[in-house]
């Protein structure tokens, strides 16, 4: 989704450029105008990449296993705390949707090794 704003950010940044600039005070514009917008986006990602890293170790350790189910675990609860504010009905369904993704994700990893010859 950052990368996705940033792009966003970018065509807004060349629609702002003025052509009686000099060529580095545009691509200036553009790139900062770009970075501004990606940026809210792209923290919002960093930190739950990190909630769910701590989130996934900590279980394993506690579990002293690494399975789908530590993977589904973690993916309810990114998804309940990313969408906590939002209510309790939109907290659970967030939750279970982002559990199920995780899941899917972590089952199709493993097809991929196990059905596809490297």
Do not use: C
Not at 83 to 99: K, S, V
Request: charged share 15%; hydrophobic share 50%.
């Amino acid at each position: 989704m950052a990368i996705i704003k940033f792009g966003d950010g970018f065509v807004h940044g060349l629609h702002q450029v003025k052509l009686s600039d000099l060529l580095k005070l545009q691509v200036n514009r553009v790139v900062n105008l770009a970075g501004q917008v990606g940026r809210h986006f792209g923290n919002s990602l960093l930190v739950l990449g990190l909630i769910y890293y701590r989130s996934e170790s900590g279980l394993v350790s506690l579990t002293d296993t690494d399975d789908l189910l530590n993977i589904v675990v973690v993916g309810l609860n990114i998804g309940s705390s990313y969408w906590a504010f939002g209510g309790i009905r939109l907290t659970t369904i967030a939750g279970g949707n982002d559990g199920v993704m995780a899941a899917a994700a972590v089952a199709r990893k493993h097809a991929v090794k196990r059905f596809v010859p490297m």
